[in-house]
């Protein structure tokens, strides 16, 4: 039982970030008294999609990401592996923990004119500390599980519990906005949707699974076991604190209405309760929330470029590298490379999901390639065509391009962000034709 409960606190540290504080207590302030039907759907999908995908692997007995991939063809498996990892890793995820601790845990302590250099030293510090726990792969479920894990428990634990001692008010008295009013659920199991969680579970399965045998643990069936046991215990707990998070959130609409974003409720919510003390607090949670995601995240790179390319460079090498750009972004350049990052993870989500549940049918697939390839390659499509629709990520514009954009435009749930569910589903039904002919 010990070991599940570290490798779920591990799992959880690893997936809950700064994005997963800050996002569900804006959704509880324009949610209001709807907060209980739109935080269901949130969990639906925010928490049911990241289960579903670490349930994916274990259930695959894969080694991770790049080996499950292979199920598809080998040519996908080092095209998505790649992709996934680079876009959630050094290219994006990696340094916005840095910089999203920094603005919302230390601006408040330095003047404006001090952001540059504040930023640069902040990140000096920060990405030292990552690569000293990044180096030492074997000992990520002794840091992150147990100890830092257990700090920003604590931290946040202080926060919540003064929600539940001296509550600013009922939730049911804030009004609620916009879907929120007619339909919170369905808006709630959308915003979870976005959360794009899904492709994290994808990428930190080869943590968990090498976490899994350091306990000396060698067989497929045991570790799909251990990994799907150690998803439920973490996906749980991120469950509960999202329940907390809404709610506290709802009650901060009471102190000054509706937030700018998530961040500046927090802010405030430290402040009413702690005063001068809350700014720390709040900035302790910050920086412990993002320190151990990124420090899952480079881990889980750096692990999975020595397993694609192993005859390269080393896990070392690797980590430090990853490391070392993740500096450079969050310093110099991070604006520039969202706008090309954002289409990546926009391109890779649809994909991400299919190939999550086209491993949870395995069974039923089976060793058919022919049902994989078809229904990832019209996934592709249509992620190719979804991208290109949303106006601020389109970077290639021609009358073929554009002529396709409104006919993919008028597709049924385009509006809600799944028209690409229709390729999918005609893939996967004409792969599952083709291999019935074939087998003829």
Known sequence: MKEYLLLGSMLFGMFFGAGNLIFPVYMGQLSGANSIPAIIGFCMTGVGLPLLGIAAIGISKSEGLFDASKKVATWFSYFFTVILYLSIGPLFAIPRTATVSFTTGITPFISADQTQLGLFIYTVIFFALVLLFSLRPSKIMTWIGKYINSIFLVLLFCLLLMAVI??????????????????????????????????????????????IKEFKIKDAKEIAKITLRSGVLAVALMAVI?????????????LQGTSENGGVALALLAK??????????????????CLKTAIGLVTSCAETFVEVFPKTVSYRIYAIGFTLVSFLLSNFGLDRILKYSLPALLFLYPITIVFIFLLLVGSFVGEN????????????????????????????HTAFTDGLVSLYQKLPMYEIGFAWVIFSLIGFVVGFLLSKMTKK
């Open 272 to 289: 009413h309760y702690y005063g001068a003390v809350g700014n720390v607090l709040l900035a302790g949670i910050m920086i412990f929330a």
């Open 242 to 254: 999202y329940f907390g998070l809404t709610i506290l959130g709802a009650q901060s609409a009471l």
């Open 369 to 396: 390639k022919t049902i994989y390839q078809s229904t990832i390659i019209a996934t592709i499509i249509a992620a190719f065509m979804d991208t290109f629709s949303k106006p601020s990520y389109t970077f290639m």
């Open 166 to 211: 001296k509550p600013i008010g009922s939730f049911t008295e804030v009004q609620p906005t916009g879907g929120y009013i007619s339909q919170p659920f369905f808006t709630g199991l959308l915003e979870g949707y976005n959360t794009m969680d899904a492709l994290a579970s994808l990428a930190f399965a080869i943590v968990l699974i090498n976490a």
